[in-house]
């Protein structure tokens, strides 16, 4: 076998992430409304004589090369389930933020999966491949979808939404990740003895995505992880405020943190948000994206 697949894979945001309780597994039961955009990490496997990871860009040093990475656990599961050795080298050519709240990792896990399919010629069917992303992760079935969806369950379950328009995002990267298991622990620390309203998806914000409408979508979106992602980052509440002053219409944290993301009415919008967030010096970079886009396809 000979030849390389490179395969690009979306960031994203949760414009809305409805919590519930602790469930006996320790996941949370979700309503989870994903929406891709346009920040990508690009996965290119290539043949090679045993599995081997590496990464370029600026945050690769922070990226594990060993088999906790999502993408190498991605290629070992495929090639098990097709009796077949993991024999490739994975690159990953990194853009989305590391440990940033927008499933980075999940993406190089459906990226690494989609890729070897393709190297490898298996053919697995889309359902397989959906069924190997929920075994690797929660976020990691809606990388490979991509566009908007709605998912249940601890995320994995996945309803694609009609999306009516393009959204325009900031997002300000922090300086150092934050642990996910570590933001769902301080969530249940903070709503620890109280009753967990069953999680639902927001009627009036399906409704804004599926007409486009950039107001309404503003008003509505919703993360109940940000007072926990806040709780262990105090610091992410300036950059919410100074994003706001900026001009964007919606302020959020994005998932379980750190990054924070700006809803704003257009690109020129954007634009004075990064200005207003790098003047402030709240973030270590500041960068715009739009969505919906595709989810994992090779390139
Ligand atoms: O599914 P994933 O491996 O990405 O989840 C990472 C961690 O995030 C889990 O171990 C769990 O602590 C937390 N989590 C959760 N409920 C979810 C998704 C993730 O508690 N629905």
Redesign the pocket.
């Known amino acids: 076998m000979t030849g390389s697949v490179t395969v690009r894979v979306p960031a994203k945001v949760n414009v809305q992430l409805a919590v519930g309780g602790?469930r006996a597994d320790?996941?949370?039961?979700?309503a989870n409304v994903f929406l891709a955009v346009g920040l990508y990490d690009e996965v290119t496997v290539t043949p090679a004589d045993a599995l081997r990871i590496t990464c370029e860009g600026p945050d690769a040093s922070q990226v594990p090369l060993d088999r906790t990475n999502l993408a190498a656990r991605a290629a070992e599961k495929l090639a098990a389930r097709y009796g077949r050795r993991a024999d490739v080298n994975i690159h990953i050519a990194k853009d989305i933020p590391v440990a940033g709240g927008m499933a980075g990792g999940?993406a190089d896990g459906a990226g690494a999966l989609v890729a070897c399919d393709a190297l490898w010629g298996t053919g697995a069917s889309r359902d397989e491949l959906l069924e190997i992303c929920a075994e690797l992760?929660?976020?990691v079935p809606f990388s490979l979808v991509g566009g908007a969806a709605l998912g249940t369950g601890?995320?994995e379950k996945l309803r694609v939404l009609p999306v009516g328009g393009s959204f325009h995002w900031v997002f300000a990267v922090a300086d150092g990740g934050l642990s996910?298991?570590a933001v769902?622990g301080e969530f249940d620390r903070l709503n620890e003895g109280l009753v967990m309203p069953e999680p639902v998806a927001s009627g009036v914000l399906l409704e804004a995505l599926a007409s486009g409408d950039v107001p309404a979508l503003a008003a509505a979106v919703s993360n109940d992880l940000q007072s926990a992602a806040l709780s262990l980052r105090p610091s992410l509440a300036s950059a919410l405020a100074v994003g706001v002053e900026g001009g964007a219409l919606a302020a959020i944290v994005s998932g379980s943190g750190p990054t924070t993301a700006f809803l704003v009415a257009d690109a020129e919008a954007g634009a004075k948000v990064v200005d207003a967030l790098v003047a402030a010096g709240v973030c270590r970079a500041a960068r715009v994206a739009v969505g919906p886009v595709s989810g994992a396809v090779p390139v």
Do not use: C, E, I, K
């Open positions: 602790a320790g996941f949370h039961d979700l999940s992760g929660s976020d601890r995320g996910t298991p769902y």
